[in-house]
């Protein structure tokens, strides 16, 4: 299971994690060292949290807020690559009509959940939520289809795609994204009183997904004491090489957080055609 394999990254041996990758990832043809030298030396390293501190934003770039509620206890979804954006902009309609937002101008309708959503000045309400992607096209087309839910500052849109690497969303593409999410974040954190905790929607089977979302786990852990709940799109059976890579390479960073829901993204497939 992912949780076992995951506690094997962090207690295991060298050899019971080479024998454990290759039994999981049967349709990968070849295991090779440099994978596993990469996968143990990131389960392995000594992570001790750093002080950093955070640079005030400018107040023009932030919203005007409604002093009013200034109370409040805020839980913050980050949307992160391809998979995570879209099941974002369907996630988010569906909180709006459920919290009796009107989805088509985000006006108030009903009793919206402070939790959830941030009410600006004006009457209107902002998803505490951001989306961030280094493929422009997937930002692009989310803001076609929720432009009026989703704040322009709250949507981190990358240069170029990391092609479905690991190591291009982590350590190229990645970095300048990070940039900006950072910036997002920091943003979304001092809108509430209080920080409850992040949710991590993405699939660790592209090379955005595993990579970017690796450089954000960083940042929550360095900067913020709050828990962390993981939603996670792993790959089916019938995966590419790179994405079980890249699904391995990011299991260490998966495992540090407070609480994971994981899904099989073949699963999900499978119901999908059966129930819809």
């Not at 409040?72 to 988010?92: D, E, K, N």
């Not at 690991?166 to 350590?171: D, E, I, V």
């Amino acid at each position: 299971s992912a949780d076992a394999f995951a506690s094997l990254l962090l207690s295991g041996s060298d050899d019971e994690i080479h024998e454990k990758a290759k039994d999981r990832f049967k349709k990968v043809e070849v295991i090779n060292d440099w994978a596993i030298a990469s996968l143990l030396e990131a389960a392995k390293a000594p992570r001790k949290p750093k002080t950093v501190e955070a640079t005030p934003l400018s107040e023009s770039i932030v919203p005007e807020r409604n002093l009013g509620n200034s109370s409040s206890c805020g839980l913050i979804s980050i949307h992160i690559g391809q998979c995570g954006v879209q099941l974002g902009t369907t996630l988010w309609e569906r909180y709006a009509r459920d919290h009796g937002i009107l989805n088509d101008d985000m006006e108030q309708g009903g009793t919206p959940s402070p939790l959830l959503f941030d009410e600006l000045s004006w009457g209107r309400y902002a998803p505490r939520a951001i989306l961030a992607d280094t493929d422009p096209s997937t930002i692009d087309s989310a803001m076609r289809i929720g432009k009026d839910v989703f704040s322009v500052l709250n949507c981190v849109r990358g240069a170029q795609c990391s092609s479905d690497l690991f190591t291009r969303g982590r350590y190229e593409v990645g970095r300048e994204a990070m940039k900006i999410l950072t910036t997002s974040l920091r943003r979304q954190a001092e809108a509430c009183d209080t920080v409850s905790g992040f949710h991590l929607i993405y699939s660790n089977a592209g090379g955005t997904g595993s990579g970017l979302t690796s450089l954000l786990c960083d940042e929550l852990r360095d900067n913020f004491k709050s828990p962390t709940h993981h939603f996670t799109v792993m790959p089916g059976k019938s995966c590419s090489s790179p994405g079980a890579y890249n699904s391995v390479l990011s299991f260490p960073y998966l495992a540090e957080a407070s609480l994971a829901t994981i899904f099989d993204n073949s699963t999900l497939y499978q119901l999908c055609e059966k129930k819809m």
